[in-house]
């Protein structure tokens, strides 16, 4: 984790990996740490250890750690992996935390989360991108990437959270609306941390809900804003009707 030469080799004996891709990571790590995207040892090791490489389309290849979103077909995309980053560090996920997804997509942002806990659930409302990950995560498992097996997925409709698996420690949306939405707050265990982009479309701001309990037993839920306001903005929140996705989730 401190020596660039050192990690390429790693990787390579390792896990077979390509040199070329874990230098774009390792340049992307640095970049990271001094924007202070990573918060702590933890998630820098869950981010040099999550190959990205494998969760981009094979023509934005040469692109896979370009601060950018990147198009990932049917409309959607992959985060860039600084917000992914960002986003992941600020909710603060511990070993053995229960932790859901909304919005799987690539499936980069689950991958990155197995190497904090092994109790994950993603939910993806395109089936097709849905399948394609769930390939994308079957493969990789099979190749020796083991933490992937924690990764449970589902394709449905995630306003609605995964209720029988929850309460949750925490959640992460990777999509856009202008609303917490209410099941998803529901299944936030006391004590627990959400990430969400919130606001109208294409101007998000994504915020950090934090779910407690005060003196008085009241159930409180306070806002903050990761990035001190600034807009950040996410493909919408779609939403199912009758099978179909249909509009959003936006009020």
């Not at 995630?158 to 990777?174: C, E, N, Q």
């Not at 999509?175 to 209410?182: A, E, F, L, Q």
């Not at 299944?187 to 109208?200: A, C, H, S």
């Not at 950040?232 to 199912?240: D, I, S, Y």
Request: proline share 5%; with cysteine; hydrophobic share 35%.
């Amino acid at each position: 984790m401190t020596d660039e030469a050192a990690f390429v080799k790693w990787g390579v004996e390792t896990r077979g990996e390509n040199p070329k891709y874990l230098a774009m990571r390792w340049a992307r790590y640095q970049a990271a740490l001094k924007n202070k995207d990573l918060k702590d040892e933890r998630n820098q090791r869950a981010f040099l250890m999550t190959p990205r490489e494998d969760f981009v389309l094979d023509r934005n290849l040469a692109r896979a750690y370009d601060h950018a979103f990147l198009d990932i077909g049917y409309g959607v995309t992959i985060s860039g992996p600084h917000i992914v980053a960002k986003m992941t560090s600020s909710i603060d996920v511990q070993e053995g935390d229960k932790v859901l997804e909304i919005g799987t997509g690539s499936g980069y942002q689950a991958a990155y989360l197995s190497y904090l806990t092994d109790k994950l659930w993603t939910i993806e409302i395109i089936k097709p991108v849905a399948e394609r990950t769930r390939s994308t995560y079957d493969k990789l498992i099979a190749s020796g990437y083991t933490e992937f097996k924690a990764i449970q997925t589902r394709n449905a409709d995630g306003y609605y959270g995964w209720a029988d698996a929850g309460p949750f420690d925490k959640i992460i949306v990777t999509c856009g609306i202008d609303h917490v939405p209410p099941p998803l707050l529901q299944q936030l265990k006391v004590g627990g941390v959400m990430v969400i982009p919130v606001g109208p479309p294409g101007a998000q701001r994504v915020l950090k809900v934090t779910k407690e309990k005060g003196a008085d037993g009241e159930i409180k839920v306070t806002r903050s804003d990761i990035y001190g306001g600034r807009i950040v903005p996410f493909v919408p929140f779609t939403k199912l009707d009758n099978d179909e996705i249909k509009g959003t989730h936006n009020r």
